[in-house]
């Protein structure tokens, strides 16, 4: 069947962004390379207008220089930039009309943020939530499903992201970007059909009763489900057993 939009909840913080914690790529605990192409731009969290400085150099090493200090560094190890990681600054790449960086060897749309979480160096994409489900859909679904399972797919993965943002907040981010969450692969794992989906669903959440559901998912439900009731001892009541 086809998407009934009398059914469809426009969802008011479409254009809001996520904070998800990469691990795929990361290599170090004390430090991570980027790439971004024509040099860097650091904004300030809450004003991604106004940029606060530029680096023209395509390669630069952040690092943890001490207990709340990051440091960005050039690859000959010469610091360009230091802030306090209270300061919420976060980085993209100095090409104005296409944000996105190299983490280490995968590309990420929009922004990179770091915190220092018990010394060590948390790597997080700030992006937008659209651009996050870019990179979510073709790991939960193969791209070479029907089209309106995969819509089916982007508006699960869209709800699950709403109600779960502050699953990590005591850490300083949203989601992470495995299996605890959501996977995320950011911009390597996009495909076509898939970005498709999520474009043509853009906005389109479930809820039940005016509230954002709890969007479970699975890659194989044996035949049947069960009700969350009898899986985690509470009850939703859209949550039940079907064949």
Known sequence: GTLNSDYIYANSMENSFIAIRLTSPIKSNSYVNLY????FLIYNKGDLIGYLDYFEGENVRVAVLEKDIIGIFDMEGNLLFSYNQEEELILTSGKSNERKVRVEDNFYR?????????????????IDLENYL??????EMPA??????LK????????????????????????????????????????????????MTR?????????????????????????SSEAWGYNHPYLTSVD
Do not use: W
């Not at 971004?36 to 040099?39: N, S, V, Y």
């Not at 089916?152 to 992201?161: D, F």
């Open 36 to 39: 971004g192409e024509e040099g």
């Open 110 to 126: 929009d922004f990179i943020q770091f915190k220092i979480i018990d010394g060590n160096l948390i790597v997080i994409n700030y």
């Open 134 to 139: 870019y990179g979510v859909v073709p790991r």
């Open 144 to 149: 070479s499903f029907e089209m309106e399972a």
């Open 152 to 199: 089916a797919q982007a508006i699960a993965s869209r709800t699950y992201a709403l109600k779960n943002r502050s699953k990590h907040i005591a850490h300083g981010y949203d989601l992470c970007d495995n299996t605890h969450c959501q996977v995320y692969g950011g911009m390597d794992g996009e495909q076509e059909n898939t970005n498709r989906a999520v474009d």
């Open 203 to 227: 906005g389109m959440i479930i809820t039940y009763a005016g509230n954002i559901i709890d969007a479970l998912y699975h890659s194989n439900s044996g035949g049947i489900t069960e009700a």
